[in-house]
C-alpha cells in the first residue's frame, strides 16, 4: 500500500485523482489533502475519503475549516502545507496546485526524499535545475501527470540512452486554432475558457488558449528528459489522440495514443510502476477516421514564441517568463487584460528583467516577486 498525499485535491487534477485512488483502495493509504481556501469541498473530500490530516494555504479558510471539521487535524498558511508535506509519512505526493505556488511543495518532497507524481508543471517551468538536481541528490523521482510528458516517459523507458534523437509533444490548438492575430483582438473570457477537447482549471484552459501551455511544456520535457531544446518540437493535432512522439536514432518514431481523458496519465503516475485497469473508451482509429496535424502558428499565439525565447535565455528567465503569464492570466480572467495583452505583458516582463544566473531557490523567489510586480504595472499601462 502506497502512503499517498494530493496537493490541489480540490482543483481539477485533484477530483480525478480521488477517482482513480476510490477505484483502487488496497493500493493506497490517503494520508492527506490540501487546498488553497474551499474548506467546504476539502472538508467533503476528507469525509468521503476517510482522511484524517488537510491543509488549507489560506489560514482564514483553515481556520473555519477548524471550525466545522472535528475529524482530524487542519493545517493552516503556507507553512501548514509544508508541514503537511514534510510530516505525513507519504510515500508519493501528488502535486495538484496550479502555478508557482507549487515550487514550495515538490522542493520539501523533494527533500524529504518522497516521490512526486507531477502535475504541477510550473515547479519544473521556474526552477527546473535546481528541481532536477534535488531529485537527483536524495534519489526521490518525479513521475509526470501532464499528459504529453506521461506519454513520453512511457515511450522513452525502454530506450537506451542516446539513442533518442528529437521529442514532439502535441498541442490540441486551443479554441482559437486557425484564427489569424487580428481575430483574436476582441476575444471573450467564456470563448477563452471553452476548450474543445480537456476539460481543465480556468488557468491550464487559458493557457491552452494562447498555447502558452505548450511553451510551459516544452521547459517541462527539457528538464524531465534532459533534452537539449532544439530538440523539442510542437506540432498542432486538433483530435488530442497523439499526445507526444519520440524519434529514435535508428529512424523509427513511436506514439503514444489514447482518447483524452487525464484519468490515464493520473493512474500511471499513482500507480507506476504498476499498470491498472482505467475505464476509458478502446481507441477505434477506423471511428475517428482522420487525424491532423499542422504547425503551430507562432505569429496569432506569440506565447510558445516567448517561452521557447525564455527558455534558451535560461537562468530566471523562465521563472519571470511564469510568473508575468500568471498575472497576465489572472488580468484576463478578471476582465482587466484583453487577450492579445498576455503576450504583451509577458514580453515587456522579459525585457524589463533580464535573465540572472539561479544561485538559490531565493533568486527564484525574488525574481517570480519582481516579475509580479513589473507584470502587474505593465497591465496597468495597457488598461
Ligand atoms: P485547478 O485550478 O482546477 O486546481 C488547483 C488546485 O490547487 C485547487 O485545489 C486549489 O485549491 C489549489 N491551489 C490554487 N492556488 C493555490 C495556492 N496558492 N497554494 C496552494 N494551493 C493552491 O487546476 P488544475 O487544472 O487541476 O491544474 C493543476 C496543475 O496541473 C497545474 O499546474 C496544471 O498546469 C496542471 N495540469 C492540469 C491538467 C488538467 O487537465 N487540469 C492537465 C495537465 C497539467
Ligand atoms: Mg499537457
Not at 476510490?22 to 493500493?27: G, I, K, L, Q
Not at 501532464?146 to 533518442?164: C, F, I, K, Y
Not at 535508428?250 to 500507480?271: K, N
Request: with cysteine.
Amino acid at each position: 500500500m502506497k502512503r499517498l498525499l494530493i496537493l490541489g485535491a480540490t482543483g481539477s487534477i485533484g477530483t480525478q485523482a480521488l477517482d482513480v485512488v476510490a477505484r483502487a483502495p488496497e493500493a493506497f493509504e490517503l494520508v492527506g489533502l490540501s487546498a488553497e481556501r474551499s474548506h467546504e469541498a476539502l472538508i467533503a473530500q476528507a469525509r468521503a475519503h476517510g482522511v484524517r490530516r488537510i491543509a488549507l494555504s489560506d489560514a482564514d479558510a483553515a481556520a473555519r475549516a477548524a471550525e466545522a471539521w472535528t475529524g482530524g487535524e487542519v493545517l493552516g498558511g503556507p507553512e501548514g502545507l509544508v508541514r503537511l508535506v514534510a510530516e505525513s509519512g507519504a510515500d508519493l505526493v501528488l502535486n495538484a496546485i496550479v502555478g508557482s505556488a507549487g515550487l514550495g511543495p515538490t522542493i520539501v518532497a523533494l527533500t524529504e526524499g518522497v516521490d512526486v507524481a507531477l502535475a504541477n508543471k510550473e515547479s519544473l517551468v521556474v526552477g527546473g535545475e535546481l528541481v532536477m538536481a534535488l531529485s537527483e541528490a536524495t534519489g526521490a523521482q518525479l513521475i509526470p501527470v501532464d499528459s504529453e510528458h506521461s506519454a513520453l516517459h512511457q515511450l522513452v523507458d525502454g530506450e537506451r540512452p542516446g539513442t533518442v534523437e528529437r521529442l514532439t509533444l502535441t498541442a490540441s490548438g486551443g479554441p482559437f486554432r486557425g484564427r489569424s492575430r487580428a481575430q483574436l483582438a476582441d476575444v471573450t473570457v467564456d470563448a477563452a475558457l471553452r476548450h474543445p477537447t480537456w476539460a481543465m482549471g480556468g488557468k491550464i484552459t487559458i493557457d491552452s488558449a494562447t498555447l502558452m501551455n505548450k511553451g510551459l511544456e516544452v521547459i517541462e520535457a527539457h528538464w524531465l528528459f534532459g533534452t537539449p531544446y532544439d530538440r523539442i518540437g510542437v506540432v498542432v493535432h486538433p483530435q488530442s489522440i497523439v499526445h507526444a512522439l519520440v524519434s529514435l536514432c535508428d529512424g523509427a518514431t513511436l506514439a503514444h495514443l489514447g482518447h483524452p481523458d487525464m484519468r490515464v496519465p493520473i493512474a500511471y503516475a499513482l500507480h507506476h510502476p504498476e499498470r491498472v485497469d482505467v475505464p476509458v473508451r478502446t481507441l477505434d482509429l477506423a471511428e475517428i477516421g482522420a487525424l491532423e496535424f499542422e504547425p503551430p502558428d507562432l505569429d496569432a499565439f506569440p506565447c510558445l514564441r516567448l517561452a521557447r525565447a525564455a527558455a534558451e535565455d535560461g537562468g530566471t528567465a523562465t521563472c519571470v517568463l511564469n510568473a508575468a503569464n500568471e498575472v497576465a492570466v489572472h488580468a484576463f480572467l478578471s476582465g482587466r487584460l484583453d487577450f492579445m495583452g498576455i503576450p504583451a505583458v509577458i514580453e515587456s516582463t522579459l525585457e524589463q528583467l533580464p535573465a540572472a544566473r539561479v544561485h538559490s531557490f531565493d533568486t527564484l523567489y525574488e525574481a517570480d516577486a519582481e516579475a509580479r510586480r513589473i507584470a502587474a504595472e505593465s497591465v496597468e499601462v495597457r488598461a
